[in-house]
C-alpha cells in the first residue's frame, strides 16, 4: 500500500445524476478526511471519519451530500442530484491518530457537472 | 479558526533564486504544517514544524516559526522549475481538529 487511491480520476456527469466518489486511504490509517476544492482556492473541508465514525460535518455538506466508511477502510462520498456548482476537485486524505503526522492525500477525482 | 494565510498570492521567480512564502494565524498551535500541490494533483506534506521548534531544515527548504507574531515562513533554496506549484500552510491546533487551508500562494518557476 503507497499511498492514498482515488477513484474515479475523472468524472462527467448531466446536472441531476447522482455520483459517487471512492476512496481507499493507507490501510493502517484510522482516519479519513474529505476536502473540495475549486480553481484558484485552497481545499475546503467537508467531512472526516474516524474509523467507521463520522465526527465532523462541514456546513458545506448540504443533504445533497453523503459519505460513508462502513467498516473504517475505504470510504465513498455520494453527490445527489447534481448541480453545476458541484464542479470541483474532491480530495480525500488519511492520517494515523497523532500530533506528528501530515496528511496523505490522494489526487483527487475532478468532477465536471455539465 | 485556525485556517492560516498565505502571502504572497503569487510569486514568479527565476530558476536558482530562492523563494519565500509567509503564512500568518491567529489561534494559539500545536505544530503548523507546509504542503504543496502541483496543478491538478493531491497535496503533498512537506514538512512540520513544531510550536516549540523555531527553524527546521529538508533538503532545500527551511521553514521558520514564530509563535509569538502567530506567523511562519518557507523558505525554498535554489529553486526548480519543479518547484512550479501552490503551496499551503496549515496552523493544526489539536487532534479533533482537520486542517483547514487558506487559498496559498502560486509559485512559478522560470527556467
Known amino acids: 500500500d503507497t499511498g492514498v487511491s482515488q477513484d474515479p480520476r475523472h468524472k462527467i456527469t448531466k446536472r441531476g445524476q447522482n455520483v459517487t466518489f471512492r476512496c481507499d486511504p493507507i490501510s493502517e490509517h484510522n482516519r479519513l478526511y474529505w476536502y473540495r476544492q475549486t480553481l484558484g482556492q485552497g481545499p475546503e473541508f467537508l467531512t472526516y471519519?474516524?474509523?467507521?465514525?463520522?465526527?465532523?460535518k462541514s456546513r458545506l455538506l448540504s443533504d445533497r451530500f453523503s459519505a460513508e466508511r462502513p467498516k473504517g477502510s475505504f470510504s465513498t462520498l455520494e453527490i445527489q442530484r447534481t448541480e453545476q456548482g458541484d464542479s470541483a476537485m474532491y480530495l480525500c486524505a488519511s492520517l494515523t491518530t497523532g500530533m506528528g503526522d501530515g496528511y496523505t492525500f490522494g489526487s483527487g477525482t475532478r468532477l465536471t457537472v455539465v | 479558526s485556525q485556517q492560516g494565510e498565505e502571502d504572497p498570492q503569487a510569486l514568479s521567480i527565476q530558476e536558482g533564486e530562492n523563494a519565500t512564502m509567509n503564512c500568518s494565524y491567529k489561534?494559539?498551535?500545536?505544530?503548523l504544517q507546509w504542503y504543496r500541490q502541483n496543478s491538478g494533483r493531491g497535496l503533498v506534506h512537506l514538512i512540520l514544524i513544531r510550536s516549540n521548534e523555531r527553524e527546521k531544515h529538508s533538503g532545500r527548504l527551511r521553514v521558520t516559526l514564530d509563535t509569538s507574531k502567530k506567523s511562519s515562513s518557507l523558505l525554498i533554496t535554489a529553486s526548480r522549475a519543479a518547484d512550479t506549484a501552490s503551496y499551503f500552510c496549515?496552523?493544526?491546533?489539536?487532534?479533533?481538529?482537520?486542517?483547514?487551508f487558506g487559498k496559498g500562494t502560486r509559485l512559478s518557476v522560470i527556467a
Open positions: 489561534t494559539s498551535i500545536n505544530n
Open positions: 496549515a496552523p493544526w491546533n489539536s487532534g479533533n481538529t482537520p486542517l483547514v
Open positions: 471519519f474516524q474509523n467507521e465514525a463520522q465526527l465532523e
